[in-house]
């Protein structure tokens, strides 16, 4: 929001300077982000009048000017326009002057003739016809019609003697973003007096208003408030200067009377205004209505928009005239030869504008106002101040009468004044009375205990929000500083997060680097993993306003991001790369929302099946899961068919690992061996083992036995294992694999495995015949569930 500090004047006088009043007002709230001094770039240039004009002697389209500048002495200046004659009075760049843009004046000789400066143009003053609409746009710039005096700060004649204060507004204060409410903020911050105007209509324009116009708001959930008056026999012109400077210095460009108008009430009540041309309303009728689906409008600026059903549009009998709240519509805009005219001022629905700004792409000043929720109760001194400004710039006759179509009956809010709680809260002492005087400076009624929070202040809804209001008038710099009171509960990591820390400690402490990844993919990388058609995980949540095609759907498998990664760092020709990433997958509810699992998921080439396999060990043996068992995967279409296995502990279904199928590999443009493993993190977090407790080194020695065993073929090492430790009885306490062999000395389909097992006894020296028993034991069982035997 810009503040001209010469309009604020109007309603308010701070003595301050710029430090002084962006200090005291970024304190009290209303955050100042810059101050611009809109003639600092201007120097030295004064207005001059034109003594004497004569031919440059050495060229036959120049001209010598003596000039009075104020000075001792006229200067003489060397000028190429053709618009100047004696008499006028001009801006002059002397000697030293520095433009806009910081071109430094310096007296010069122009063909033989010294010339002491040079005559301005509009241009050159950083100035266009919309800021001075007579001035000539190929000539010096004269200032006849100007109030000016001759040696007087060019500045001054054109208004750039003006301050503009940038505030940062915040979304709940929409009534800061106007001259009005930011003169309100100033005069309770600098304890002065707040003036403030009642718009006042003479009316008496020729008509009857009722039977002009008519007004009828079908979308009665969307605009709350739809006010209109009307004026007739308008006159379509430049504004005056002084309303013309104000639009400039608030960064709108002014454009003609009525239109300027509009714009004016604005940004002095921060109500977003239009006017219609009352001949392109067709039957006199606006209709305030939603859209009908793929409607189209031309806006102002000239493009065609294809309406959704919930956007907003003013109508007419026949078609939508403007975009609610957004922008007007080309087919009823003001133009020359416009005769009468239609002035709105509207509340409407904030989210209905965002989201109709949004999607159409054309976020304007008013849908910015619009959507943080204004004052319905400003709609009607918005309409009349126009109304008023009408008939002060004689731009036409203002019907008598108002249309106010008010379909909801906003009920003030009433707090309770709770000064103790208020101190208490604080940490102050401030007493009741300067409370009360504090919230009346901002515009609060104060009746006892009782205060009436102003329409304006939609943001205060409780006794907390008194509170800051309070301390930001008692000036938070003045509030002491005291030790903080109570107790605060004791912080720390939730069990999950001290499973994800140990994770990454783990996987970082193997060598893996972990990732990050988005979670929106494309679909089309479910192909590239050769996930079947019909797969569950195809289902996933489609983002309603995605980035683009890449990244429209919400993941449900967390491969193809990992793979993602690892292709590119082969591309960049990266070594050995491992990686881990703990990612969430997403998977739709009934109720409209997502169960986001989470994964983890380690990713690596340069590498082998049981290199993975040792990786996915080693983490399941530090965080003490107990029966794991490895089963071989031949069905999943992500992984080669005999170098996958999943992962199970105690029935349930941990996650699978293995190599990455070659044609998958393929699809992602790499022509070496990948490797990933995913594992379900909640079963990881309900699978994780106790507490180690110290257990003291055996007192009696270990006994070992090494048995090679013959087995068929499609038998696994890891059935071998977990069957042994089935069949083992209490003196088994470990298993090593140190031989597989396959040969011609062997029966065809067959293989011999070797194992060494380790046998003791807590309470004594394990006997030879004990050790036999056990061995016998455990061969038993071999040979009943897989057929083993000893070799």
Same mark, same amino acid.
């Given at each position: ?64 000017? *003596? ?81 000016? #005096? ?120 921060? *109500? ?83 989201? #109709? ?330 699978? *994780? ?103």
């Amino acid at each position: 929001m810009l503040l001209s500090r010469n309009w604020l004047k109007e309603f308010v006088t701070v003595d301050a300077d710029d430090h002084t009043f962006a200090e005291e007002m970024t304190l009290s709230g209303s955050k100042v982000e810059a101050t611009l001094d809109l003639g600092a770039e201007i120097l030295g240039i004064v207005v001059g009048k034109v003594l004497d004009i004569t031919r440059h002697e050495n060229s036959d389209h120049m001209w010598v000017c *003596q000039i009075d500048v104020g000075g001792e002495a006229p200067v003489q200046i060397v000028t190429g326009a053709q618009n100047v004659k004696t008499g006028d009075l001009v801006p002059v760049a002397q000697d030293g002057s520095i433009l806009p843009g910081g071109m430094k004046i310096a007296t010069s000789e122009l063909r033989g003739v010294r010339s002491e400066g040079m005559l301005c143009s509009i241009q050159e003053l950083n100035l266009t016809k919309n800021d001075f609409p007579d001035a000539a746009e190929d000539g010096i710039f004269i200032l006849n019609d100007e109030p000016c #005096t001759v040696g007087q700060d060019i500045r001054e004649v054109i208004g750039m003697n003006d301050r503009v204060v940038e505030f940062e507004i915040t979304p709940n204060r929409p009534d800061c973003l106007s001259v009005i409410g930011l003169a309100r903020e100033a005069a309770a911050t600098f304890r002065t007096p707040l003036t403030l105007h009642e718009p006042v209509v003479k009316g008496g324009g020729e008509g009857d208003l009722f039977s002009l116009l008519d007004v009828e708001v079908p979308a009665v959930d969307l605009c709350p408030r739809y006010t209109a008056r009307m004026v007739r026999n308008v006159k379509i012109a430049p504004s005056p200067k002084w309303l013309r400077e104000r639009l400039r210095a608030s960064g709108v460009r002014p454009i003609n009377n009525i239109v300027d108008i509009t714009n004016y009430v604005m940004l002095e009540y921060g *109500q977003p205004m239009h006017a219609f041309d009352y001949r392109y309303v067709k039957g006199g009728k606006i209709i305030v209505r939603r859209a009908e689906e793929g409607e189209t409008l031309t806006t102002l600026d000239g493009n065609e928009r294809v309406l959704q059903g919930s956007a907003l549009v003013i109508a007419d009998e026949h078609r939508a005239v403007g975009l609610a709240g957004i922008m007007g519509g080309e087919n009823s805009e003001i133009v020359a030869d416009t005769v009468d005219v239609v002035f709105e001022s509207a509340n409407f629905n904030g989210t209905c504008i965002r989201k #109709t700004a949004l999607s159409l792409g054309m976020r304007t000043e008013a849908s910015a106002k619009f959507e943080k929720g204004l004052d319905i109760l400003n709609t009607l001194p918005a309409v009349n101040r126009a109304c008023e400004l009408v008939e002060l710039l004689g731009a036409g006759k203002v019907l008598d009468g108002v249309i106010d179509v008010l379909n909801y009956v906003p009920h003030p809010t009433t707090l309770e004044l709770r000064p103790a709680k208020i101190n208490a809260l604080l940490g102050t002492e401030v007493p009741t009375e300067d409370m009360a005087t504090y919230l009346q400076s901002l515009g609060f009624t104060v009746e006892g205990e009782t205060v009436t929070v102003p329409s304006w202040r939609g943001d205060v809804a409780h006794y907390s929000d008194l509170a800051e209001e309070v301390a930001r008038m008692y000036g938070y710099n003045n509030i002491p500083i005291t030790a903080m009171r109570g107790e605060t509960t004791r912080g720390g990591y939730s069990p999950e997060e001290v499973l994800e820390r140990k994770l990454g400690s783990l996987c970082r402490a193997m060598g893996y680097n972990e990732i990050i990844t988005y979670s929106f993919i494309s679909p089309t990388y479910y192909d590239k993993i050769r996930l079947p058609g019909d797969s569950a995980l195809r289902d996933s949540i489609t983002i309603m306003n995605p980035l683009g095609e890449d990244t429209s759907i919400m993941r449900t498998t967390i491969l193809p991001s990992m793979l993602e990664i690892l292709a590119r760092n082969y591309n960049y020709r990266n070594k050995s790369v491992q990686l881990y990433e703990l990612g969430r997958t997403y998977f739709a509810r009934e109720d409209g929302l997502a169960n986001e699992p989470k994964v983890l998921s380690l990713g690596a080439y340069d590498s082998d099946f049981f290199t993975l396999k040792g990786s996915v060990e080693a983490i399941l043996s530090a965080l003490r899961v107990k029966d794991v068992v490895f089963i071989p995967e031949h069905e999943n279409p992500s992984y080669h068919p005999g170098r996958c296995a999943k992962v199970y502990t105690g029935g349930r279904l941990m996650g699978v690992l293995g190599q990455i199928h070659p044609a998958v590999a393929a699809n992602y443009g790499v022509d070496t061996s990948l490797y990933c493993a995913e594992l379900a993190f909640d079963v990881l977090f309900q699978s *994780q083992g106790d507490t180690p407790v110290y257990v003291p080194l055996p007192k009696f020695p270990a006994m070992t036995r090494d048995i090679a065993l013959l087995v068929r073929d499609d038998v696994s090492v890891g059935m071998l294992e977990d069957c042994i430790r089935r069949s083992g009885g209490e003196l088994l306490r470990s298993i090593a694999l140190f031989d597989i062999y396959t040969g011609d000395q062997l029966p065809s389909g067959t293989k011999s495995v070797a194992f060494n097992l380790v046998l003791r006894a807590e309470d004594r020296s394990l006997t030879t015949p004990e050790a036999d028993n056990e061995i016998a034991s455990i061969l038993a069982g071999l040979e009943q569930e897989l057929g083993a035997t000893l070799r």
